[in-house]
Nanobody
Framework: QVQLVESGGGLVQTGGSLRLSCAAS????????MGWFRQAPGKEREFVAFISSFGYSTGYADSVKGRFAISRDNAKNTVYLQMNTLKPEDTAVYYC???????????????????WGQGTQVTVSS
């Protein structure tokens, strides 16, 4: 079992930046591909970013491509999501998720991930 805890969310103005962190414990985290998802009020949880076990493969939703960057530090058991040029449409609860195994193919559905954090709120004001 893997436990994931997100942090770093908050309130930011349009055009600002935030860095989210996801601290993992348990399981064999370093071997797991990871993802970031987000869920806005009244909407389904949607894919944001993916990173493979060692960080060499990444993938992004079209809506965040070029603005967000996912990374990981396996020595610290932590995955990051650097969010730049934030827009009001980025407002959502952000979740990190673990697949439970590795792989370099970008996975974009919630069904591809076994473990989930509790989420951290990101609010972008205009």
């Amino acid at each position: 079992q893997v436990q994931l805890v997100e942090s770093g969310g908050g309130l930011v103005q349009t055009g600002g930046s935030l860095r989210l962190s996801c601290a993992a414990s348990g399981g064999t985290y370093s071997n797991y591909a990871m993802g970031w998802f987000r869920q806005a009020p009244g909407k389904e949880r949607e894919f944001v970013a993916f990173i493979s076990s060692f960080g060499y493969s990444t993938g992004y939703a079209d809506s965040v491509k070029g603005r967000f960057a996912i990374s990981r530090d396996n020595a610290k058991n932590t995955v990051y999501l650097q969010m730049n040029t934030l827009k009001p449409e980025d407002t959502a609860v952000y979740y990190c998720a673990a697949r439970s195994f590795g792989g370099s193919v970008v996975k974009v559905t919630t069904h591809d991930y076994r473990y989930w954090g509790q989420g951290t709120q990101v609010t972008v004001s205009s």
